[in-house]
């Protein structure tokens, strides 16, 4: 018997095995990426394109903030597969009409923590340019929602800001600021950084109530939140989209009981009826919805569930 015969193809099986072992070693030691892709989805709304851009996350104690007992809280969140603290999202909405480039508010730059302040950077990720944006819309004056604008230069050289008057009456009032509470002085702070440069410039023009701003967006009073809080009604083609703001910031929690608040609620009482109304109007009419801090990218409907309501995110889809 030739013995050579036989130990070629086994000599040649060990070798292709041996290099397969260290191939697959080399791929396992390869360093964690730990990164998203950048944070911007985009969709069309009849003639309109709209781009959802993500400012980050941040985890905030829910259990705490919410006007609800922490144990039913955190059995909420468990039922959605959460816990408390909760990584939350914070999202802005670009609206390009064709005729103009719109931003509805602008991330919290550097007013909320390190782990936001991403809207300018995924902004330009999304094909646009900051010098492109035409008109901010803010539906309130929170940090989180005005901090994107800058506090030392102006981030949107060519933008005007468009806000209800009730809320920069309120936010940007020294006297205001000086009687409230220490721990809200910061947003009176940063209300007065942020958008009073573009006040001091000329480019900010409140408005009263509810007010068509541009053909197809219109602003619709939903004042509790803050005193002016203002949500946008965008529409194209018979197609609807309401941002809401944050008329609504634990989807877990507050669909299932839209009675539950929120610390950050200036009139309680009023956010909840507004809150309610919405809920109802949009579950009736089918139309689509965003929200400053529902899971990113924040856009989807509400449908009734029993005495209760459930959001359904959007189908993902490619802009054609």
Request: hydrophobic fraction near 40%; proline fraction near 5%.
């Amino acid at each position: 018997m030739n013995i050579l015969r036989f130990r070629t193809p086994i000599i040649g099986t060990i070798t292709v095995v041996f290099s397969l072992l260290i191939q697959a070693t080399a791929f396992a030691a390869a360093p964690l990426v730990k990164t998203q892709a950048p944070g911007y989805y985009r969709m069309m709304l009849g003639d309109y394109e709209v781009t959802a851009l993500s400012d980050g996350t941040a985890v905030l104690p829910v259990h705490e903030l919410l006007h609800e007992s922490p144990e039913k809280t955190k059995k909420a969140l468990h039922k959605s597969f959460l816990n408390s603290p909760t990584e939350t999202s914070f999202n802005s909405f670009l609206i390009n009409t064709g005729e103009k480039l719109i931003l509805i508010d602008t991330g919290a730059g550097a007013l909320f923590g390190p782990t936001l302040g991403n809207l300018a950077a995924n902004l330009k990720a999304a094909g646009y340019q900051l010098d492109q944006v035409d008109e901010i819309y803010i539906t309130h004056m929170h940090p989180d929602h005005i901090g994107g604008l800058g506090t030392s230069t102006s981030v949107f050289p060519n933008a005007i800001v468009r806000a209800d008057r009730r809320d920069a009456d309120y936010w940007l009032s020294k006297a205001n600021m000086e009687k409230a509470p220490a721990k809200q002085k910061d947003f009176f702070k940063g209300a007065i950084s942020t958008i009073g440069q573009y006040a001091d410039a000329g480019k900010l023009k409140t408005f009263d109530g509810n007010t068509q701003l541009q053909t197809g967006i219109r602003a619709v009073s939903n004042y509790g939140h803050t005193p002016g809080h203002t949500t946008y009604v965008v529409e194209s083609k018979g197609q609807k989209l309401v941002l809401l703001g944050d008329l609504v910031h634990v989807a877990a929690v507050q669909f299932d009981n839209p009675a539950v608040t929120i610390a950050f609620d200036s009139d309680a009482k009023a956010a909840e009826a507004r809150r309610k109304a919405v809920f109802a109007e949009a579950t009736k009419q089918g139309y689509l919805i965003g929200a400053a801090h529902l899971q990113f990218p924040g856009l989807g409907h509400i449908r009734a569930k029993g005495k209760a309501y459930e959001f359904v995110p959007t189908n993902y889809s490619i802009p054609r």
